[in-house]
């Protein structure tokens, strides 16, 4: 006897079919996004832990990147120091020479030389910022002239602009460091220096040549004034190094923090493509299952025998 299909078989098979479209339409837009869901309904509980990790990854790789372009400028303001390290040194030197020659010889070049040292590394720039600038960055930190025109001034007073405050960055919370002394308290006392020489010359003889008494007496003053000097502005370099090496070490801390937030989001956002493409195989088998058998219920339909 030929058996009448029901309500209940039609609405069963009706189900099945609508249930086997939807779960392949989710394992099709999953295996085409990689994502669990397109936003956060779909993540249900875990949409809040989602939230906090991206947040927390956001933060860290905006810190990161400040962090970055900062080991950068450290880069150029190492290079500074060391200009003006060089310098200092090197003038020393001279003066030390002059005085075991007890000759001038090449003396005046070298002051020359070692002003316009410190003048260069006292107005280097990164990024059109002068590094050591302060907050006001973009003015040159001393307005540039010759050792004879300073040496004309009362003072050098004139020639530092007021670059505001020392900037600062924070590089980890609760961690807040300024990223460079001004210039003028870095680079003053020796530029000073430098121009009370030439002060002293104008006043007195040129450092030329064979020194007397005078000459001697005076350049063994200017000896022992730039060995703190000098003490200073290594200590300076030193102290910028060791801030640039704790910003690479906090920004590779950074990084490390940001694969691991990654990974936390990653969990929770990225499907597992061989757990779609089972699901899918599974829905499709579904689907087709439950098309053969609404199309055989259809033939079982009562209609068919009512008509």
Do not use: C, H
């Amino acid at each position: 006897m030929t058996r009448i299909s029901s309500y209940n078989n039609f609405m069963s098979g009706t189900s099945g079919i609508l249930d086997g479209q939807t779960k392949m339409a989710k394992a099709q837009d999953q295996a085409s996004s990689q994502k669990v869901a397109s936003d956060l309904k779909g993540y249900g509980t875990d949409a809040k832990r989602l939230i906090n990790a991206k947040n927390m990854s956001d933060k860290l790789q905006t810190r990161t990147d400040e962090l970055k372009a900062i080991e950068a400028r450290a880069s150029v303001e190492a290079t500074a120091f060391t200009q003006f390290t060089d310098a200092v040194d090197s003038l020393r030197q001279s003066i030390n020479g002059a005085l075991a020659n007890q000759n001038g010889a090449g003396f005046g070049p070298a002051l020359e030389s070692a002003l316009q040292a410190a003048i260069s590394a006292a107005n280097v720039e990164f990024a059109g910022q002068n590094i050591f600038g302060g907050t006001r960055a973009y003015d040159e930190p001393f307005v540039n002239a010759d050792l004879n025109t300073l040496a004309g001034q009362v003072t050098t007073d004139a020639n530092w602009i007021d670059t505001g405050e020392n900037r600062a960055i924070t590089i980890d919370d609760g961690r807040t460091v300024e990223l460079s002394k001004s210039a003028k308290e870095i680079f003053r006392p020796f530029i000073d220096m430098v121009v009370n020489i030439r002060k002293w010359e104008n006043s007195n003889t040129a450092l030329t040549g064979r020194l007397n008494a005078a000459q001697i007496a005076f350049l063994q003053t200017q000896s022992a004034a730039i060995a703190p000097i000098q003490q200073v502005a290594l200590e300076d370099e030193a102290k910028a190094g060791i801030l640039a090496a704790e910003i690479t070490n906090i920004r590779d801390m950074n990084e490390t923090k940001i694969a691991a937030f990654d990974n936390i989001v990653g969990d929770i956002q990225n499907v597992d493509l061989a757990e779609v493409a089972a699901r899918l195989s599974a829905a499709q088998t579904q689907y087709q299952a439950s098309a053969a058998i609404f199309s055989q219920l259809k033939d079982l339909n009562l209609l068919m025998y009512l008509r």
